[in-house]
């Protein structure tokens, strides 16, 4: 997984409502619930930023290792979710 790059399955609608933000697939009529975290994790699937520049945006004072886990974490719920894939 650490060498590929995450990309969107397609750009969804997004709201935020509380502390969540919920994407709406409009063709399927169907929503998704991502916490804050996942949701910056899901707007760096660009295609083009690779998971180790996505652990780098997130990574501060030696805490890479961590970061980097739960990065991984996050893409593969996101995947199982069929909203990002893994080029």
Same mark, same amino acid.
């Given at each position: ?46 295609? #083009?930023?690779? %998971?180790?520049? !996505? ?6 004072? +030696?805490?890479?290792?961590? *970061? #980097?886990?739960? %990065?991984?974490? !996050? ?6 979710? +069929?909203?990002?894939?893994? *080029?």
């Amino acid at each position: 997984m650490k060498d590929k790059t995450p990309v969107k399955i397609k750009d969804f609608a997004w709201n935020k409502t509380g502390e969540m933000y919920v994407l709406l697939d409009k063709d399927k009529n169907k929503t998704y619930s991502l916490d804050p975290i996942s949701f910056l994790v899901y707007i760096q699937c660009d295609g #083009k930023t690779c %998971i180790e520049e !996505i652990v780098d945006v997130f990574s501060v004072n +030696g805490n890479r290792d961590i *970061v #980097k886990a739960a %990065i991984i974490g !996050i893409l593969h719920k996101l995947k199982t979710q +069929g909203l990002i894939k893994l *080029v």
